[in-house]
């Protein structure tokens, strides 16, 4: 039996990062707003304190803060000719739950995608022709410019008191920022966080080589700051547990720390947790969304009638709701016709380890999610691809966020696995080694794509999501390319033993790579290759607004939470500003 | 039972740093500049002076109390009669007393003598919730984030805090407040302190005054 309640004017499925910023407009701009969020209720005080907060058993290796893969798990296969399993255990990458989503658990890196990113597909084809790219990748534009965005990154930058220093202030090179970055409007909120030793011996081998490092922009903060919603964050403590933790000292960047406080002070807002939406609801003519329909933690069936949906979920959530709720055509590999699903990417990751004298002490515990060092001149199309045989690229950087005794054990490659050879060869390395990361992008192909598993369903009886996903050549090539770089760097900063590990595939979900799931619900000018148009808008159900990673036509070389910030207060404006003065399609299909 | 018998009980109820603290009558005879400067106020065991607020310095983090003379001596924490002793010290001598302070054992200092406080029951539950698990009222994150489960101590740079007196405790949380203790790295204690009333400061002092030290590793 299902209770119908009282309509309200706004739904918002998942209230993680975007739910809290979309709910916090839209609740001060005066209308009734209810989010939904299937996880429970948590706040940095009593739920992140230490020291159970840092029980690495617990939370890095158990993911105590992820989805419940008991209940909800994502199907996996590498081609379309195999038969999907489920992923009992996340590993590759780690998708949150509960109030303030996937951000309470990031690192805080925080970067903008640049100008070339959002219009990828004609600024290839200007700058190396149309024959260039694999016919068999999908990139395209994504329908909206740097540009259009920038003072959406600098709101988003400010919100959350990010650290960092411009190398680009309204086309003006700033020394000691990153001189590849697309113009920024002024400076970071806050300064760079404090080196660490190792970022510092990374940046003197790479500036000697001629590129160009600068800090890695962190919302874990180096000051103490009050951001305009009024709401204060302390300085980071270097304690070395982010990612995967939560932080007790309000010193990271999510929404508890940011944006919680005024929306759940706002009367417009309702917050109802343990609530898993089953489905958005369309009515006959399947154009226009009446609501949804979700189960509490009790087993309750309710439907909450609203004027607009918005689905701020996880990103490969994002694109299950549109599946399980009809909205948009799922796409089809075979034909390459149909659009949810469709343009899946995710982040090609390889790594270096610089194994030095056990005089040079590195002491990586005392790190933060995002205090490292790293150049741009690798990533995206900052140089030169003719002859190369691929698109896109990576950062490389001394970015290590953390020495924590179970997981962070660095050894060279020839080291047994186990055993008293690997226990002296741990003990050996353990201080006195650099890993940077190549951050490289990930390109869309064709045979890459989610759609909803045939056999396998969760614990509400809806079938889950089926990855179909493996690494393209292209990008198999890039790893290759810029790890080779990342060694030249190593041995420059004179380490006695350089081990490169490019990114080979197939792809495996059982070994951590990144959570920068991205496509599947694409943003674009062209409803036959993109789900939502430039405001983030359904193109089939008008009064549905889907915002995510989900929105990206392919990943670029950064972490994506700066950009999806961007689009965030971009739809938000768009929302505000036109669809809810007069609802309706924001673009002519 | 055997001595190594004794050692492995004494390994698995983690008391080898208590062990090792020096014990009361054995101690090496103080550096001959706490003789003169430090012992009148803060003890012969290095105990402290609770009913005035002078803290204890026994088994206190060497590191902590090094800077702590360094800033004392430099301004950042303004205290006229701390002033006055650290400026005399020189670089070596700093460290010969912040070292001969660390390697006491803080059960040579007479338990924290703050009975008045402690008492109120009410209080000292505020003060254990703060401790413990923060306020997201106010916003404040818990005091053992760093300074140790029970206040104990998180050296090389958070002191251990049980068994101040709630005098000391008090005065050193105003001076946070009031602007005139400032030695803080990220202005950690600064922005915590901030976000407290009186009656906050009240209860973490009576909090932690009501148990005993027993720090940490307090020589490191």
């Given at each position: 039996m299902t209770e119908r309640l009282k309509e309200v004017d706004v739904v918002i499925i998942g209230v993680g990062m975007v739910g809290s910023i979309v709910g916090k407009e839209l609740a001060a701009a005066g209308y009734k707003v209810v989010g939904l969020e299937r996880g429970q209720a948590r706040y940095?005080?009593?739920?992140?304190?230490g020291p159970a907060i840092h029980d690495e058993l617990r939370?890095?290796?158990?993911?105590?803060?992820?989805?419940d893969n008991t209940r909800e798990p994502v199907t996996f296969r590498n081609h379309g000719s195999e038969r999907a399993l489920p992923i009992?255990?996340?590993?590759?990458f780690l998708p949150g739950t509960g109030l303030g989503g996937s951000m309470v658990h990031w690192n805080g890196q925080t970067y903008r995608f640049q100008a070339n990113d959002f219009e990828l597909a004609t600024r290839t084809r200007q700058r190396y022709?149309?024959?260039?790219?694999?016919?068999?990748l999908t990139i395209q534009d994504w329908g909206v410019t740097y540009d259009e965005l920038e003072p959406h990154f600098d709101r988003f930058e400010y919100l959350l008191g990010t650290s960092g220093k411009a190398g680009n202030i309204k086309g003006k090179i700033q020394p000691?920022?990153?001189?590849?970055?697309s113009p920024r409007s002024?400076?970071?909120?806050t300064p760079p966080m404090k080196e660490h030793f190792q970022g510092a011996m990374f940046r003197k081998a790479a500036a000697s080589l001629g590129y160009h490092p600068f800090p890695q922009p962190s919302s874990n903060l180096s000051q103490p700051y009050t951001n305009p919603e009024g709401v204060k964050l302390n300085a980071c403590?270097?304690?070395?547990?982010?990612e995967r933790y939560a932080c007790e000292h309000y010193a990271k960047a999510v929404p508890q720390t940011i944006i919680l406080p005024v929306l759940l002070a706002n009367p417009n807002f309702e917050l109802r947790t343990g609530c898993q939406v089953q489905r958005i609801n369309l009515d006959s003519?399947?154009?226009k969304a009446t609501g949804v329909t979700y189960i509490d933690a009790a087993g309750r069936e309710f439907e909450q009638p609203a004027s607009l949906v918005i689905t701020a979920s996880f990103a490969l959530n994002n694109v299950r709701m549109l599946l399980l709720s009809g909205v948009g055509k799922p796409y089809d590999p075979n034909t390459g016709?149909?659009?949810?699903?469709?343009?899946?990417a995710y982040q090609t990751m390889s790594s270096v380890s610089a194994f030095f004298d056990e005089?040079?002490?590195?002491?990586?515990?005392?790190?933060?999610g995002a205090s490292g060092t790293l150049i741009?001149?690798?990533?995206?199309?900052?140089?030169?691809?003719?002859?190369?045989?691929f698109i896109g690229g990576s950062f490389i950087g001394a970015v290590n966020t953390n020495g924590r005794p179970i997981q962070y054990h660095p050894v060279p490659p020839?080291?047994?696995?186990?055993?008293k050879a690997w226990k002296q060869a741990v003990v050996k390395h353990y201080n006195h080694t650099v890993q940077f990361s190549c951050h490289g992008s990930s390109i869309a192909q064709r045979q890459n794509y989610l759609d909803l598993d045939p056999t396998y369903r969760d614990a509400w009886g809806q079938p889950l999501l089926r990855m179909t996903f493996d690494f393209p050549e292209n990008d198999l090539k890039m790893a290759a390319y810029v790890t080779a770089k990342a060694v030249e760097i190593g041995k420059a900063m004179g380490a006695k033993q350089v081990a490169g590990s490019p990114r080979k595939g197939?792809?495996?979900?059982?070994?951590?790579?990144?959570?920068?799931n991205t496509g599947g619900t694409v943003m674009g000018n062209d409803p036959s290759t993109s789900v939502v148009n430039r405001y983030l808008q359904?193109?089939?159900?008008?009064?549905v607004f889907v915002i995510g990673a989900?929105?990206?036509?392919q990943n670029a070389s950064w972490n994506p939470t700066g950009t999806l910030g961007a689009l965030t207060y971009w739809a938000v404006e768009a929302l505000k500003n036109k669809y809810l003065k007069n609802p309706g399609r924001l673009v002519s299909a | 039972m055997s001595v190594s018998q004794v050692l492995r009980g004494c390994l698995l109820l983690g008391i080898i740093p208590l062990l090792m603290a020096v014990k009361p009558g054995t101690e090496?005879?103080?550096p001959a500049v706490a003789a003169k400067l430090?012992?009148?106020?803060?003890g012969a065991h290095g105990e402290g002076m609770p009913a005035a607020g002078i803290p204890r310095l026994?088994?206190?983090?060497a590191d902590y109390l090094d800077k702590q003379l360094r800033d004392y001596a430099g301004g950042s924490r303004e205290n006229a009669i701390m002033h006055q002793w650290a400026i005399q010290l020189k670089d070596a001598q700093r460290a010969e007393v912040a070292a001969y302070y660390a390697s006491?054992?803080?059960?040579?200092a007479a338990p924290a003598t703050s009975a008045g406080n402690a008492s109120d029951a009410m209080l000292v539950a505020r003060g254990h919730q703060l401790a413990h698990q923060g306020d997201e009222a106010r916003r404040v994150q818990a005091?053992?984030?760093?300074?140790?489960p029970d206040g104990n101590g998180a050296p090389r740079t958070a002191p251990y805090i049980?068994?101040?007196?709630a005098q000391y405790l008090t005065a050193s949380l105003k001076a946070w407040k009031e602007g005139?203790?400032?030695?803080?790295d990220g202005q950690q204690m600064r922005s915590v302190v901030d976000r407290l009333n009186d009656a906050d400061i009240g209860a973490i002092a009576a909090y932690f005054s009501s148990l005993a030290a027993s720090p940490n590793s307090g020589s490191r």
């Amino acid at each position: 039996m299902t209770e119908r309640l009282k309509e309200v004017d706004v739904v918002i499925i998942g209230v993680g990062m975007v739910g809290s910023i979309v709910g916090k407009e839209l609740a001060a701009a005066g209308y009734k707003v209810v989010g939904l969020e299937r996880g429970q209720a948590r706040y940095t005080a009593p739920d992140f304190q230490g020291p159970a907060i840092h029980d690495e058993l617990r939370f890095d290796i158990r993911k105590a803060l992820m989805q419940d893969n008991t209940r909800e798990p994502v199907t996996f296969r590498n081609h379309g000719s195999e038969r999907a399993l489920p992923i009992r255990r996340w590993e590759s990458f780690l998708p949150g739950t509960g109030l303030g989503g996937s951000m309470v658990h990031w690192n805080g890196q925080t970067y903008r995608f640049q100008a070339n990113d959002f219009e990828l597909a004609t600024r290839t084809r200007q700058r190396y022709g149309k024959d260039f790219l694999d016919p068999n990748l999908t990139i395209q534009d994504w329908g909206v410019t740097y540009d259009e965005l920038e003072p959406h990154f600098d709101r988003f930058e400010y919100l959350l008191g990010t650290s960092g220093k411009a190398g680009n202030i309204k086309g003006k090179i700033q020394p000691g920022g990153d001189p590849h970055e697309s113009p920024r409007s002024r400076d970071y909120p806050t300064p760079p966080m404090k080196e660490h030793f190792q970022g510092a011996m990374f940046r003197k081998a790479a500036a000697s080589l001629g590129y160009h490092p600068f800090p890695q922009p962190s919302s874990n903060l180096s000051q103490p700051y009050t951001n305009p919603e009024g709401v204060k964050l302390n300085a980071c403590v270097f304690c070395g547990f982010c990612e995967r933790y939560a932080c007790e000292h309000y010193a990271k960047a999510v929404p508890q720390t940011i944006i919680l406080p005024v929306l759940l002070a706002n009367p417009n807002f309702e917050l109802r947790t343990g609530c898993q939406v089953q489905r958005i609801n369309l009515d006959s003519t399947k154009k226009k969304a009446t609501g949804v329909t979700y189960i509490d933690a009790a087993g309750r069936e309710f439907e909450q009638p609203a004027s607009l949906v918005i689905t701020a979920s996880f990103a490969l959530n994002n694109v299950r709701m549109l599946l399980l709720s009809g909205v948009g055509k799922p796409y089809d590999p075979n034909t390459g016709k149909g659009v949810v699903g469709r343009n899946y990417a995710y982040q090609t990751m390889s790594s270096v380890s610089a194994f030095f004298d056990e005089n040079v002490i590195i002491n990586p515990f005392m790190a933060s999610g995002a205090s490292g060092t790293l150049i741009n001149d690798f990533a995206g199309d900052n140089f030169d691809h003719s002859g190369l045989g691929f698109i896109g690229g990576s950062f490389i950087g001394a970015v290590n966020t953390n020495g924590r005794p179970i997981q962070y054990h660095p050894v060279p490659p020839d080291t047994p696995p186990w055993g008293k050879a690997w226990k002296q060869a741990v003990v050996k390395h353990y201080n006195h080694t650099v890993q940077f990361s190549c951050h490289g992008s990930s390109i869309a192909q064709r045979q890459n794509y989610l759609d909803l598993d045939p056999t396998y369903r969760d614990a509400w009886g809806q079938p889950l999501l089926r990855m179909t996903f493996d690494f393209p050549e292209n990008d198999l090539k890039m790893a290759a390319y810029v790890t080779a770089k990342a060694v030249e760097i190593g041995k420059a900063m004179g380490a006695k033993q350089v081990a490169g590990s490019p990114r080979k595939g197939p792809y495996t979900t059982q070994q951590y790579q990144t959570t920068h799931n991205t496509g599947g619900t694409v943003m674009g000018n062209d409803p036959s290759t993109s789900v939502v148009n430039r405001y983030l808008q359904s193109w089939d159900v008008p009064n549905v607004f889907v915002i995510g990673a989900s929105n990206y036509p392919q990943n670029a070389s950064w972490n994506p939470t700066g950009t999806l910030g961007a689009l965030t207060y971009w739809a938000v404006e768009a929302l505000k500003n036109k669809y809810l003065k007069n609802p309706g399609r924001l673009v002519s299909a | 039972m055997s001595v190594s018998q004794v050692l492995r009980g004494c390994l698995l109820l983690g008391i080898i740093p208590l062990l090792m603290a020096v014990k009361p009558g054995t101690e090496k005879p103080p550096p001959a500049v706490a003789a003169k400067l430090c012992q009148s106020c803060h003890g012969a065991h290095g105990e402290g002076m609770p009913a005035a607020g002078i803290p204890r310095l026994a088994g206190q983090s060497a590191d902590y109390l090094d800077k702590q003379l360094r800033d004392y001596a430099g301004g950042s924490r303004e205290n006229a009669i701390m002033h006055q002793w650290a400026i005399q010290l020189k670089d070596a001598q700093r460290a010969e007393v912040a070292a001969y302070y660390a390697s006491l054992a803080a059960d040579a200092a007479a338990p924290a003598t703050s009975a008045g406080n402690a008492s109120d029951a009410m209080l000292v539950a505020r003060g254990h919730q703060l401790a413990h698990q923060g306020d997201e009222a106010r916003r404040v994150q818990a005091c053992d984030n760093c300074h140790g489960p029970d206040g104990n101590g998180a050296p090389r740079t958070a002191p251990y805090i049980a068994g101040q007196s709630a005098q000391y405790l008090t005065a050193s949380l105003k001076a946070w407040k009031e602007g005139t203790r400032k030695n803080d790295d990220g202005q950690q204690m600064r922005s915590v302190v901030d976000r407290l009333n009186d009656a906050d400061i009240g209860a973490i002092a009576a909090y932690f005054s009501s148990l005993a030290a027993s720090p940490n590793s307090g020589s490191r």
